[in-house]
């Protein structure tokens, strides 16, 4: 047993040095496939850190962000007519007459309509006796470049029978009378050709606006403002012309100080002794006027006392 051990032992170490004498570092044999090699990667097995990366998304900011952090600009126009009353108009009893205008409310020698002549003038007006004036005008709302004065309107922006029809029916008469010559207000009182003017009438932005559309914006502010600072109401279909004008005209505008509001005083006495406001007592006390009374109020003396009671419009 011994020496069959003794054999084993040599040939095995006979073996080793066989092995080893076969191997040398300037061999060019290959490795035979019993010897164990790390695998080169492939083109269909691309190695995990190899893999190429996506550039990162561009940053978005939603509409919701972008409209938190850039503020609405406000639009003056949307205050203005969330300011007026939606009401109906007033029928019947206007005239022209109670409305006292043009006035020289300053004793300087020019009535309201030559003190707007002067300064709508685009160029250096002259002033000639009693006032008269000569410039040059633009008329805003046809577009018209004018240098005769007796071609120009001053346009009340509100007519004054819209602006009866509006509320006015109630104002006392010096109420009226400082509305018929606002200067202010710059967008009160405007000069204009007479053919416009006359096309204007007493039309409201319902079924009137101007034909020069750069003005448009700026028409619809004066009309906005003018009603605000006279506590004047609008009626459904202005309101509706006024909603669908005013999101086109965004922007700053100047909101104008409210003017003093008179209600009632006396009355204007009838230049022919019938009431210039309403044809008849049924009108009079549609409007919530009357009844009237002999000795208290003048409107008496308006109507006919049928039953002789001393007491008329009842």
Same mark, same amino acid.
């Given at each position: 047993?011994?020496?069959?051990?003794?054999?084993?032992?040599?040939?095995?170490?006979?073996?080793?040095?066989?092995?080893?004498?076969?191997?040398?570092?300037?061999?060019?044999?290959?490795?035979?496939?019993?010897?164990?090699?790390?695998?080169?990667?492939?083109?269909?097995?691309?190695?995990?850190?190899?893999?190429?990366?996506?550039?990162?998304?561009?940053?978005?900011?939603?509409?919701?962000?972008?409209?938190?952090?850039?503020?609405?600009?406000?639009?003056?126009?949307?205050?203005?007519?969330?300011?007026?009353?939606?009401?109906?108009?007033?029928?019947?009893?206007?005239?022209?007459?109670?409305?006292?205008?043009?006035?020289?409310?300053?004793?300087?020698?020019?009535?309201?309509?030559?003190?707007?002549?002067?300064?709508?003038?685009?160029?250096?007006?002259?002033?000639?006796?009693?006032?008269?004036?000569?410039?040059?005008?633009?008329?805003?709302?046809?577009?018209?470049?004018?240098?005769?004065?007796?071609?120009?309107?001053?346009?009340?922006?509100?007519?004054? &029978?819209?602006?009866?029809?509006? =509320?006015?029916?109630?104002?006392? /008469? +010096?109420? !009226?009378?400082?509305? @018929?010559?606002?200067? %202010?207000?710059?967008?009160?009182?405007?000069?204009?050709?007479?053919?416009?003017?006359?096309?204007?009438?007493?039309?409201?932005?319902?079924?009137?606006?101007?034909?020069?559309?750069?003005?448009?914006?700026?028409?619809?502010?004066?009309?906005?403002?003018?009603?605000?600072?006279?506590?004047?109401?609008?009626?459904?279909?202005?309101?509706?012309?006024?909603?669908?004008?005013?999101?086109?005209?965004?922007?700053?505008?100047?909101?104008?100080?409210?003017?003093?509001?008179?209600?009632?005083?006396? &009355?204007?006495?009838?230049?022919? =002794?019938?009431?210039?406001?309403? /044809? +008849?007592? !049924?009108?009079?006390? @549609?409007?919530?006027? %009357?009844?009237?009374?002999?000795?208290?109020?003048?409107?008496?003396?308006?109507?006919?006392?049928?039953?002789?009671?001393?007491?008329?419009?009842?």
């Amino acid at each position: 047993m011994r020496r069959s051990g003794v054999v084993a032992l040599v040939l095995l170490l006979a073996g080793c040095f066989s092995i080893a004498n076969s191997y040398s570092p300037t061999s060019t044999q290959t490795a035979t496939p019993t010897q164990t090699q790390t695998p080169s990667p492939t083109p269909t097995q691309p190695e995990a850190t190899t893999e190429p990366t996506s550039e990162p998304a561009p940053e978005t900011v939603s509409p919701q962000v972008a409209e938190a952090t850039e503020p609405k600009e406000p639009n003056t126009l949307e205050t203005l007519l969330a300011e007026l009353k939606i009401e109906p108009e007033a029928v019947g009893g206007y005239d022209r007459d109670l409305f006292q205008h043009w006035i020289d409310a300053d004793s300087d020698g020019c009535n309201t309509r030559r003190e707007v002549l002067i300064i709508e003038s685009v160029i250096e007006p002259g002033i000639g006796d009693r006032c008269a004036v000569f410039g040059r005008w633009f008329s805003a709302y046809d577009g018209r470049s004018i240098s005769d004065a007796s071609q120009i309107d001053i346009d009340h922006f509100v007519p004054l &029978a819209e602006a009866w029809r509006s =509320g006015a029916n109630q104002w006392s /008469s +010096s109420t !009226r009378k400082r509305f @018929a010559n606002d200067l %202010g207000f710059s967008g009160s009182l405007i000069a204009v050709s007479a053919s416009s003017n006359r096309s204007k009438s007493d039309q409201d932005p319902a079924s009137w606006l101007p034909g020069n559309s750069e003005f448009l914006c700026s028409y619809t502010y004066n009309w906005l403002a003018v009603k605000y600072r006279w506590s004047l109401s609008i009626d459904s279909q202005e309101a509706l012309a006024l909603a669908d004008l005013v999101p086109g005209c965004a922007g700053k505008y100047e909101i104008p100080k409210k003017a003093e509001i008179v209600i009632g005083g006396p &009355a204007p006495k009838p230049s022919n =002794g019938l009431d210039p406001r309403f /044809s +008849s007592c !049924r009108e009079a006390k @549609a409007q919530g006027y %009357g009844p009237y009374v002999s000795g208290v109020d003048p409107e008496y003396g308006w109507y006919r006392d049928g039953d002789s009671d001393g007491t008329v419009c009842e």
